[in-house]
């Protein structure tokens, strides 16, 4: 099937399910194929559950018009995703980095959607199968369009741009990150620059972080910038304070002077520029923007600040790389407390530099002064150091529960596949 037509039965039924435990009726189901399933093998029973269509790449019975038989899946998935997104006119701003995307995609959106219809990637659905079934869940009524892209390695970004057609787009930074699918830092900066260089190359509209020297020349020859930061740009910003959450003091672009945020952490001054730089160039009023980032409440494990009787506990454990580890480590190190506690799960997908990325991290430790330090997993198994060594979160939950602090600060950190959120269920 042609996907213009394809496209005709999915205005007809415009709810796409990839999984049948999901499935409600009139979806269209579409059969994807991963190394340890087979969507093709479920088909029949979407049917039954009620699916109007199935989408598949294998024969799974004849005769059957609600099956649809395509080459490939994904590649159809893409391909509609492309096809629904030629419908629209409106901006559509792709948004990648090391780190802070899916903070920096949450502001914009907060903004954007203060003051016009918009629509954005729901959670981190930021890969090859999320993107488009973003961009198919985009109305026809939207007037603006937030997309995230994630990427492990080079030629992803790219691939994301070509059914995304971005009109706008926002590297938050290039930090060490997937070491090893990118092949090193230069490798980051090539793979996440692929944005811009689809917006370079279709006249599109970069924002960019000013303080960030690397970002200039990446963007060389992109004709439209609007750039944001500490002393340059539409807007311009510095941190007022930290404690406990960040204060933004506004220097230049706003008529409002300062912006309370629900954020903790300095390093979450460049996410909210870019939202309040946004939000400025679009047209949304002053007041608006600052309400939107001062309304925003973190969720999902990232610079979440939580209360546990006379304890703070800063919980940023949907990820972690070199980058952010050092931003969250040297940020909490400031913050006046007379016993901080750190726990941090290692970092992953570094590849042969995984030992040099963990000692680093080590070193950076050793420089301040903690009431305790629990390293858990993963290459600190590996480094040599003088802290404490947990196997997993549910260990240290343990070893926490087991101190009994009172009056501590407390930062829980680290790579997603630690689930180092599982330590505040011992406590």
Same mark, same amino acid.
């Given at each position: 099937?042609?996907i213009?037509?394809?496209?005709?039965i999915?205005? $007809?039924?415009p709810?796409i399910?990839?999984?049948?435990?999901?499935?409600?009726?009139?979806?269209?189901?579409f059969?994807?194929?991963?190394p340890?399933f087979?969507?093709? $093998?479920?088909?029949?029973?979407?049917?039954?559950?009620?699916?109007?269509?199935?989408?598949?790449d294998?024969? /799974?019975e004849?005769n059957?018009? @609600?099956?649809i038989?395509?080459?490939d899946? !994904?590649?159809?998935?893409?391909a509609?995703?492309?096809?629904?997104?030629?419908q629209?006119? +409106?901006?559509?701003?792709?948004?990648?980095?090391?780190?802070?995307?899916t $903070?920096?995609?949450? !502001?914009?959106?907060?903004? !954007?959607?203060?003051?016009?219809? $918009?629509?954005?990637?729901?959670?981190?659905?930021?890969?090859?199968?999320g /993107?488009?079934?973003?961009?198919l869940?985009?109305?026809?009524? &939207? %007037?603006?369009?937030?997309?995230?892209?994630?990427?492990?390695?080079q030629?992803? +970004? %790219?691939?994301?741009?070509?059914?995304?057609?971005?009109?706008?787009?926002v590297?938050t930074?290039?930090?060490?990150?997937h070491?090893?699918?990118?092949?090193?830092?230069?490798?980051?900066?090539?793979?996440?620059?692929?944005?811009?260089?689809?917006? @370079?190359?279709?006249?599109?509209v970069?924002?960019?972080?000013?303080?960030y020297?690397?970002l200039?020349?990446m963007?060389a020859?992109?004709?439209?910038?609007?750039?944001y930061?500490?002393s340059?740009g539409?807007?311009?910003?510095?941190?007022?304070s930290?404690?406990?959450?960040? %204060?933004?003091? +506004?220097?230049?672009?706003?008529? +409002?002077?300062?912006?309370?945020?629900?954020?903790?952490?300095?390093?979450?001054?460049?996410?909210?520029?870019?939202?309040?730089?946004?939000?400025?160039f679009?047209?949304?009023?002053d007041e608006?923007?600052?309400?939107?980032?001062?309304a925003?409440?973190?969720?999902?494990?990232?610079?979440?600040?939580i209360?546990?009787?006379s304890?703070?506990?800063?919980l940023d454990?949907?990820?972690a790389?070199?980058?952010?580890?050092?931003?969250?480590?040297?940020?909490?190190?400031?913050?006046?407390s &007379?016993?901080?506690i750190?726990?941090?799960?290692?970092?992953? %997908?570094?590849?042969?530099a995984?030992?040099?990325?963990?000692?680093?991290?080590?070193a950076?430790?050793?420089q301040?002064?903690w009431?305790a330090?629990?390293?858990v997993?993963g290459?600190?198994?590996?480094?040599?150091?003088?802290?404490?060594?947990?196997?997993?979160?549910?260990?240290?939950?343990d070893?926490?529960?087991?101190?009994?602090?009172?009056?501590?600060?407390?930062?829980?950190?680290?790579?997603?596949?630690?689930?180092?959120?599982?330590?505040?269920?011992?406590?």
């Open positions: 099937m042609q213009p037509a394809l496209y005709k999915f205005l $007809t039924h709810s399910q990839t999984d049948t435990r999901k499935l409600k009726k009139g979806d269209l189901y059969a994807l194929k991963g340890n087979n969507g093709n $093998t479920f088909a029949l029973q979407a049917l039954a559950q009620g699916a109007a269509y199935a989408i598949v294998e024969v /799974v004849v059957n018009s @609600r099956i038989l395509v080459d899946v !994904l590649s159809t998935l893409q509609l995703a492309k096809y629904h997104r030629q629209f006119t +409106i901006p559509f701003i792709a948004i990648t980095g090391s780190n802070g995307k $903070t920096s995609k949450e !502001l914009i959106y907060a903004v !954007l959607n203060s003051h016009f219809k $918009t629509f954005t990637t729901q959670g981190n659905l930021n890969n090859h199968i /993107v488009p079934l973003t961009i869940s985009i109305p026809a009524d &939207a %007037e603006m369009a937030v997309i995230e892209m994630g990427a492990n390695h030629k992803e +970004i %790219e691939s994301y741009c070509m059914y995304t057609l971005p009109t706008h787009g590297i930074n290039c930090g060490k990150a070491l090893e699918g990118f092949g090193g830092i230069e490798g980051v900066r090539k793979g996440k620059g692929e944005l811009y260089d689809f917006i @370079r190359a279709n006249n599109g970069a924002f960019i972080y000013a303080d020297d690397y200039q020349p963007s020859g992109i004709q439209n910038k609007v750039f930061g500490h340059q539409l807007v311009q910003g510095k941190v007022l930290n404690e406990p959450f960040l %204060e933004v003091s +506004i220097t230049d672009g706003l008529t +409002i002077d300062r912006i309370q945020s629900q954020l903790v952490g300095d390093y979450n001054l460049p996410n909210i520029l870019c939202a309040a730089t946004i939000g400025k679009f047209g949304v009023p608006k923007i600052k309400s939107a980032i001062e925003y409440a973190p969720s999902n494990s990232r610079s979440q600040l209360e546990r009787g304890n703070h506990i800063i454990a949907y990820n790389n070199p980058t952010s580890m050092k931003a969250a480590i040297e940020n909490f190190a400031h913050i006046k &007379a016993k901080k750190l726990m941090l799960g290692a970092m992953m %997908e570094m590849g042969d995984s030992i040099e990325e963990h000692e680093n991290l080590v950076l430790i050793k301040y002064d009431e330090v629990v390293l997993g290459d600190f198994k590996n480094t040599p150091h003088p802290f404490i060594y947990l196997n997993n979160a549910i260990e240290a939950g070893w926490l529960k087991k101190q009994n602090y009172q009056n501590a600060h407390i930062l829980i950190k680290g790579s997603r596949s630690f689930k180092m959120e599982k330590v505040l269920e011992a406590i």
